[in-house]
């Protein structure tokens, strides 16, 4: 089992950064891909970005890519969500999650692990 835990979320004015972290603890896995997805409520999951565990591969949605990078301390089993040139349309509740086996990156029904999920609100 596998345990994750989002941090970072806040208010932040549009043009604005802000950084998100998500914490694993349990039995965490060798292989396997982390992700961030944001939802408003009522919507479907939207991928934002992930990162294969052990190569550190990167892949981003295209509404994100050039603003948000992602990163990863393996040593501190912890992935980072770095968001920069923030928009309005930026707000959302964002999740971190975990899989073991991943053919569709952008697919949330493929993550077997969800965080609890972090505010992001950015003001016009």
């Known amino acids: 089992q596998v345990q994750l835990e989002e941090s970072g979320g806040g208010l932040v004015q549009a043009g604005g950064s802000l950084r998100l972290s998500c914490g694993a603890s349990?039995?965490?896995?060798?292989?396997?891909?982390m992700a961030w997805f944001r939802q408003i409520p009522g919507k479907e999951y939207e991928f934002v970005t992930a990162?294969?565990?052990?190569?550190?591969?990167?892949y981003y949605g295209n509404s994100v890519k050039g603003r948000f990078t992602i990163s990863k301390d393996n040593t501190k089993n912890t992935v980072y969500l770095h968001m920069n040139s923030l928009k309005p349309e930026d707000t959302a509740i964002y999740y971190c999650?975990?899989?073991?086996?991943?053919?569709?990156?952008?697919?949330?029904?493929?993550?077997?692990?969800w965080g609890q999920g972090t505010q992001v609100t950015v003001s016009s």
């Open positions: 999650a975990a899989g073991r086996t991943i053919l569709t990156i952008e697919s949330a029904d493929e993550y077997d692990y």
């Open positions: 990162i294969t565990w052990k190569y550190g591969t990167t």
């Open positions: 349990g039995r965490m896995f060798g292989t396997g891909v």
